[in-house]
Structures are given as structure tokens and as C-alpha cells.
């Protein structure tokens, strides 16, 4: 059984397995800078083996590095790593370098070449069925010598990969070319893989993990979401920052990439190109379920594809959506959604019955489960995320909340230019301070903090004891202005840390009123942005990967029951569908 060493809840050090695996795995290594070389490992290989090897092949540094696999910090032992994962060479702060160029395998070494296919799919779902007919079609095309073309819109690199006949079947994002990637091929670096991205919450080289991860959570094609998958391809197309080479050479140099790889569907428009009145109830609503329940943080008309459907002579033209580019979804903290389909009349139409029996089915736990399985690499904070906004959905969605009303609640807005926080994550906020007050109710009950003899208390050390004195509110705020005016801000280690004024902790009345009250509805006219106009980095107002299990199930519980009493609170307080004022435009990548 695995043993993990948790430095802190927001990563791991993997120590060993007591199980060791038989025969050989295939792993694909990626560095920082974006090169990728697969390998097969025997069962006694090691990280410093591993290390080696992309040494000898690639020619890139290792001293003061890490191999990491998602969350987890690998330190030797290999026994964890399944079959054909992807894992990523880090170098440490002070050793990090982001000019270090993308090289292919030397072969100066021919046990450590690349013995992989152009294109291997990474997982083992069975719903990648469709993606191995994809695959095979795309690998005749390249051996018959039907090159890949580059897409010329966007900030990130991607590239249309065509069958025999020359149509496009798939599209194919290489994760080191996304936006601030080092191997961006518009301009846009800076960054090495791991850091934060374009959201401070969705780290650069992992936007592609959660383009799969959405089509996986797509139960039974619901919103329409293309089939995709994770791929490790090798083409000379791809492209590579300061590679040192020119002309014909820099032509046939062949590059190996790990990239999204998502079926290409014809289409006729986009959203923004076409009146949203020829849009049925059901596909906006589902289009917009999934969007809630991944936390979608960029749902604009432009990333809504518009297909034609045959209606067999009926009056007017029936369209469907099909939903695409979900890399900024299941962020790693809550984040300010950007909900297109708000603005919409369908989305304030109440749910279908059908519709509510799909909510109503959903399990976060399940999906978290899956996502764990067939996308090990993605990090806990991202399926905590999904486990909140899931059951979120499920509750306001069964307390008779339509689509617009969900959504609203989820959204923050601008007043006088500065962002506040959603009625969601002052929710969130509530229930992680009722959490900690509990938390403190126990510890303080608890025999083992009874008196000793000389009076004082038993294993705290002064730390403790002034922390219990003059606790701490258990959320942090980042750039933006604290709504909760009346608290005093201190700051530590370059947070906004919220304590209380009085060194007392208000209760949970006290501070939802006084939040409420900043988050009233309708009476500003300011708008909301979208993913890809130039503000400054949003405010994280609830972090969730701080927390340990039991604190994780513990404020859980507690949302549940403020959140049962907000829409109680809000039904009651005849609080209809309310039309914010928003900018109402929309973004493409």
C-alpha cells in the first residue's frame, strides 16, 4: 500500500509502495521547457535512473530537480506511477531557467530513444474508444504524408491533424504552447511549466488535462462535449522557442509534445455569430449544468460552436451547441465563473424534470473518484472544487433555483471597479469559520487539554496558545478590496490575512448580514469580465486545498447547512430571477 509524507496539504512526497508492480511500464517525462521523452521503466528503476536517462537523451540539467506527478513529489520510488503517465521534471526556484530550449532525443544512447508511436493516448478509459479511431486515422494520414495545419487564431498553439482525404478530424493543443508557456508560439512566454497561468488558479501546462477532464464528466454525451484525450504526438510542426536551428534543418526536426487531442467538429458558427432566440431551452440549460458543475471560468460565445440540424421542412432552423475549450474549468480555488448563457432567456426558464433527474444523479465522489483514476495528475484542489460546486448545483437546483438564478449566485461583481466576492463564496467563508469554530469548541474540550497540576496546559506550546487567544479567520483574500470592511487586515507572508478588530470572532449572523449587505444585487452598474481582458490577477476569496480531510469534511457539512438556509432565506424573501448589469461581451483563445 502507498505510504504518502504530506509536507502540507497542498502537496505530497511519495516515499514507497510496499506492492511492486510486475514487467514494464511506459512513462512520458516532460520538462519545464516543454520537451517530452517516453520511456519504459523496469520495476527496480528509480527518480535518480529516470533523471539520468532524460540527462543522457534530452541533454538538459537535472541538478537541484524534482519529478513530480500532479500533486504528489516523487522521491524515489516509481511503484505509483501507472502505465503510460505523464511526469514533470522541475528544477527547483533558484536553479530555474526559462530560455533552457525544447532538444529531441540525441541518441547517443539507443536503450534510452523514444520507442513510442507519433501519437499514444495517455489513460485507459474506456470512453477513449472513439479517440483510438481518431488516433489510427491521423497516424495513416502522417505516413501517407498529410501534414498537420497550424491554427492561426488564439493566444495558445494548436493545429488541425487531417485524415487521408485531407479533412480535419482532430485538433491538437500542445500543453508547453499555451499561453506564457515556454514554447508559446505567439509571443506569449514567460512562464515555465507549473507556474500560474492565465488564472492564478489554472497552472500553465494544465489546461489540457482539463479539456479531458470535462469530457469525462460529460455523462452520456449530455451537454455534447467532443470526445478528447490526453496524447503524447511527435511531428515537426509543433513548435519550439530557441531551439537553435534554422530553415530545412528546423523542418525536419521532429518534436515530441504532450497535448489535448479533441475530435474536430464540423460546424457552421460560433454563438457570437448567430441570435440566441434559434437556441433551445435544453441545450443551453445543459451546456450550462456542466459549466457549473466544473466551475467554467471561461464559457463564451466563442468557444459555443453552432451546428445545423435537418428539421425536415419545419418552420425555422433548429441548431445545437457543442460546448469546447474547457482548459480554464476546475481551477484550483474558486474563481470568478464567466457564465455567457446568463445573459439568455433560457436560462431562466426552470429546469425540466428530465433535467433534474440528471442533477439529482450526479455524485461528486464518484467523479472525483473517476478523475483520480483516469487523470491521476490532476491536483485534489481541482476535484475539491468540482465535489463544491457539485453539490451546490444539486441543492439550489433542488430548492426550485433556475439556471440564471445558480449562475448569478456563483458570479461576483465589479463595484466602483474593484471585484467583491460571489453570494457563493461568502457562503464558502461562513462555513470555513463555523468549521474552525467547531474545530476550536472540540480542541478546547477535548481531555487532553485539561490543566496539569502547575496550571498550565498540556503539549501547547506558546504558538499554540496565542493562536488560540486571537485566532484567525480560516480564508485569505488576495488583490481587490475586503468587503468585510469593518475587520482589520494584517499582513503575513504576502497574503491578506482577515482578523477581527476585537480579537473576537463575530458569529455567523453577524457576518453573513454584513456580507450580504455588500452583495446586494442590481444596484451598481458595474459589469463583469471575461477571461481574456487585461485586469489585474482576481481575487482568491475561498482557497480549498488548505485544508486537511477531516477540515475538508467538516466545512462541507457546514456549507450544506448555510446554504439550505440562504435559499430558504431567499425564497422567502420573494428574491426572483434579478438581472445584473453586466459588460456582456465575450473572449476567444
Same mark, same amino acid.
Given at each position: 500500500?502507498?505510504?504518502?509524507?504530506?509536507? =502540507? %496539504?497542498? /502537496? &505530497? @512526497?511519495?516515499?514507497?509502495? *510496499? $506492492?511492486?508492480?510486475?514487467?514494464?511500464?511506459?512513462?512520458?517525462?516532460?520538462?519545464?521547457?516543454?520537451?517530452?521523452?517516453?520511456?519504459?521503466?523496469?520495476?527496480?528503476?528509480?527518480?535518480?535512473?529516470?533523471?539520468?536517462?532524460?540527462?543522457?537523451?534530452?541533454?538538459?540539467?537535472?541538478?537541484?530537480?524534482?519529478?513530480?506527478?500532479?500533486?504528489?513529489?516523487?522521491?524515489?520510488?516509481?511503484?505509483?506511477?501507472?502505465?503510460?503517465?505523464?511526469?514533470?521534471?522541475?528544477?527547483?526556484?533558484?536553479?530555474?531557467?526559462?530560455?533552457?530550449?525544447?532538444? =529531441? %532525443?540525441? /541518441? &547517443? @544512447?539507443?536503450?534510452?530513444? *523514444? $520507442?513510442?508511436?507519433?501519437?499514444?493516448?495517455?489513460?485507459?478509459?474506456?470512453?477513449?474508444?472513439?479517440?483510438?479511431?481518431?488516433?489510427?486515422?491521423?497516424?495513416?494520414?502522417?505516413?501517407?504524408?498529410?501534414?498537420?495545419?497550424?491554427?492561426?487564431?488564439?493566444?495558445?498553439?494548436?493545429?488541425?491533424?487531417?485524415?487521408?482525404?485531407?479533412?480535419?478530424?482532430?485538433?491538437?493543443?500542445?500543453?508547453?504552447?499555451?499561453?506564457?508557456?515556454?514554447?508559446?508560439?505567439?509571443?506569449?512566454?514567460?512562464?515555465?511549466?507549473?507556474?500560474?497561468?492565465?488564472?492564478?488558479?489554472?497552472?500553465?501546462?494544465?489546461?489540457?488535462?482539463?479539456?479531458?477532464?470535462?469530457?469525462?464528466?460529460?455523462?452520456?454525451?449530455?451537454?455534447?462535449?467532443?470526445?478528447?484525450?490526453?496524447?503524447?504526438?511527435?511531428?515537426?510542426?509543433?513548435?519550439?522557442?530557441?531551439?537553435?536551428?534554422?530553415?530545412?534543418?528546423?523542418?525536419?526536426?521532429?518534436?515530441?509534445?504532450?497535448?489535448?487531442?479533441?475530435?474536430?467538429?464540423?460546424?457552421?458558427?460560433?454563438?457570437?455569430?448567430?441570435?440566441?432566440?434559434?437556441?433551445?431551452?435544453?441545450?443551453?440549460?445543459?451546456?450550462?449544468?456542466?459549466?457549473?458543475?466544473?466551475?467554467?471560468?471561461?464559457?463564451?460565445?466563442?468557444?459555443?460552436?453552432?451546428?445545423?440540424?435537418?428539421?425536415?421542412?419545419?418552420?425555422?432552423?433548429?441548431?445545437?451547441?457543442?460546448?469546447?475549450?474547457?482548459?480554464?474549468?476546475?481551477?484550483?480555488?474558486?474563481?470568478?465563473?464567466?457564465?455567457?448563457?446568463?445573459?439568455?432567456?433560457?436560462?431562466?426558464?426552470?429546469?425540466?424534470?428530465?433535467?433534474?433527474?440528471?442533477?439529482?444523479?450526479?455524485?461528486?465522489?464518484?467523479?472525483?473518484?473517476?478523475?483520480?483514476?483516469?487523470?491521476?495528475?490532476?491536483?485534489?484542489?481541482?476535484?475539491?472544487?468540482?465535489?463544491?460546486?457539485?453539490?451546490?448545483?444539486?441543492?439550489?437546483?433542488?430548492?426550485?433555483?433556475?439556471?440564471?438564478?445558480?449562475?448569478?449566485?456563483?458570479?461576483?461583481?465589479?463595484?466602483?471597479?474593484?471585484?467583491?466576492?460571489?453570494?457563493?463564496?461568502?457562503?464558502?467563508?461562513?462555513?470555513?469559520?463555523?468549521?474552525?469554530?467547531?474545530?476550536?469548541?472540540?480542541?478546547?474540550?477535548?481531555?487532553?487539554?485539561?490543566?496539569?497540576?502547575?496550571?498550565?496546559?498540556?503539549?501547547?506550546?506558546?504558538?499554540?496558545?496565542?493562536?488560540?487567544?486571537?485566532?484567525?479567520?480560516?480564508?485569505?483574500?488576495?488583490?481587490?478590496?475586503?468587503?468585510?470592511?469593518?475587520?482589520?487586515?494584517?499582513?503575513?507572508?504576502?497574503?491578506?490575512?482577515?482578523?477581527?478588530?476585537?480579537?473576537?470572532?463575530?458569529?455567523?449572523?453577524?457576518?453573513?448580514?454584513?456580507?450580504?449587505?455588500?452583495?446586494?444585487?442590481?444596484?451598481?452598474?458595474?459589469?463583469?469580465?471575461?477571461?481574456?481582458?487585461?485586469?489585474?490577477?482576481?481575487?482568491?476569496?475561498?482557497?480549498?486545498?488548505?485544508?486537511?480531510?477531516?477540515?475538508?469534511?467538516?466545512?462541507?457539512?457546514?456549507?450544506?447547512?448555510?446554504?439550505?438556509?440562504?435559499?430558504?432565506?431567499?425564497?422567502?424573501?420573494?428574491?426572483?430571477?434579478?438581472?445584473?448589469?453586466?459588460?456582456?461581451?465575450?473572449?476567444?483563445?
Amino acid at each position: 500500500m502507498a505510504v504518502a509524507v504530506f509536507k =502540507s %496539504p497542498m /502537496g &505530497r @512526497e511519495y516515499h514507497g509502495n *510496499d $506492492r511492486k508492480p510486475t514487467g514494464t511500464r511506459r512513462v512520458f517525462v516532460q520538462t519545464e521547457s516543454g520537451c517530452v521523452l517516453g520511456m519504459e521503466l523496469d520495476r527496480n528503476d528509480n527518480v535518480h535512473m529516470v533523471k539520468r536517462r532524460l540527462q543522457v537523451a534530452l541533454n538538459v540539467p537535472i541538478e537541484e530537480s524534482s519529478l513530480t506527478f500532479g500533486d504528489m513529489v516523487l522521491k524515489n520510488d516509481l511503484s505509483a506511477i501507472r502505465n503510460d503517465s505523464p511526469l514533470l521534471l522541475t528544477r527547483n526556484l533558484m536553479h530555474r531557467s526559462s530560455s533552457t530550449p525544447c532538444l =529531441s %532525443p540525441s /541518441g &547517443r @544512447e539507443t536503450q534510452q530513444r *523514444d $520507442r513510442s508511436g507519433p501519437v499514444e493516448i495517455l489513460g485507459r478509459a474506456s470512453s477513449f474508444t472513439r479517440m483510438k479511431e481518431l488516433v489510427n486515422e491521423v497516424v495513416e494520414a502522417l505516413n501517407l504524408g498529410v501534414d498537420p495545419i497550424r491554427v492561426h487564431g488564439g493566444l495558445g498553439g494548436a493545429y488541425y491533424f487531417r485524415n487521408c482525404s485531407g479533412e480535419c478530424v482532430a485538433i491538437v493543443k500542445p500543453t508547453d504552447e499555451e499561453p506564457f508557456a515556454p514554447n508559446n508560439p505567439k509571443g506569449f512566454v514567460g512562464k515555465t511549466l507549473g507556474q500560474p497561468g492565465l488564472k492564478r488558479s489554472v497552472r500553465v501546462g494544465e489546461t489540457g488535462f482539463r479539456e479531458v477532464a470535462a469530457y469525462l464528466l460529460d455523462y452520456d454525451h449530455f451537454a455534447n462535449v467532443p470526445p478528447t484525450a490526453l496524447v503524447k504526438i511527435t511531428h515537426s510542426v509543433f513548435n519550439v522557442n530557441d531551439d537553435g536551428m534554422s530553415g530545412n534543418n528546423r523542418k525536419k526536426k521532429c518534436f515530441s509534445k504532450i497535448a489535448s487531442f479533441q475530435q474536430f467538429i464540423v460546424h457552421d458558427f460560433d454563438a457570437s455569430d448567430h441570435g440566441t432566440s434559434s437556441f433551445s431551452v435544453s441545450n443551453v440549460h445543459r451546456v450550462g449544468i456542466l459549466d457549473v458543475r466544473i466551475l467554467n471560468t471561461d464559457r463564451h460565445a466563442g468557444n459555443l460552436l453552432v451546428q445545423k440540424v435537418n428539421d425536415g421542412g419545419k418552420f425555422g432552423q433548429q441548431v445545437e451547441l457543442i460546448p469546447i475549450d474547457h482548459g480554464l474549468c476546475l481551477p484550483e480555488s474558486l474563481e470568478d465563473p464567466y457564465f455567457e448563457w446568463i445573459h439568455w432567456p433560457q436560462a431562466s426558464i426552470p429546469f425540466s424534470e428530465d433535467e433534474l433527474d440528471y442533477i439529482e444523479s450526479l455524485d461528486p465522489y464518484q467523479d472525483s473518484e473517476m478523475l483520480r483514476n483516469e487523470l491521476p495528475m490532476i491536483r485534489e484542489a481541482c476535484l475539491r472544487v468540482l465535489t463544491l460546486c457539485t453539490i451546490f448545483l444539486k441543492q439550489a437546483a433542488g430548492f426550485g433555483l433556475c439556471l440564471a438564478e445558480i449562475g448569478e449566485m456563483m458570479t461576483r461583481e465589479f463595484r466602483r471597479g474593484e471585484e467583491e466576492p460571489s453570494e457563493l463564496e461568502v457562503l464558502c467563508m461562513e462555513a470555513r469559520r463555523a468549521a474552525a469554530e467547531t474545530n476550536r469548541q472540540t480542541f478546547v474540550l477535548s481531555p487532553k487539554t485539561g490543566l496539569q497540576e502547575d496550571g498550565f496546559q498540556f503539549e501547547i506550546d506558546y504558538g499554540d496558545l496565542e493562536s488560540s487567544i486571537n485566532p484567525t479567520l480560516p480564508f485569505h483574500f488576495g488583490f481587490g478590496r475586503n468587503p468585510l470592511s469593518k475587520l482589520e487586515e494584517e499582513d503575513e507572508n504576502e497574503e491578506d490575512v482577515v482578523r477581527p478588530a476585537s480579537g473576537k470572532i463575530p458569529s455567523v449572523s453577524n457576518l453573513s448580514t454584513s456580507l450580504k449587505k455588500s452583495l446586494s444585487i442590481g444596484d451598481s452598474p458595474a459589469g463583469h469580465r471575461s477571461a481574456s481582458e487585461q485586469v489585474p490577477a482576481s481575487a482568491s476569496f475561498v482557497k480549498v486545498a488548505d485544508m486537511t480531510d477531516e477540515e475538508w469534511g467538516l466545512f462541507l457539512e457546514k456549507f450544506r447547512g448555510l446554504l439550505q438556509h440562504a435559499l430558504i432565506a431567499r425564497k422567502s424573501g420573494g428574491a426572483g430571477p434579478r438581472q445584473r448589469q453586466r459588460l456582456g461581451t465575450s473572449c476567444r483563445f
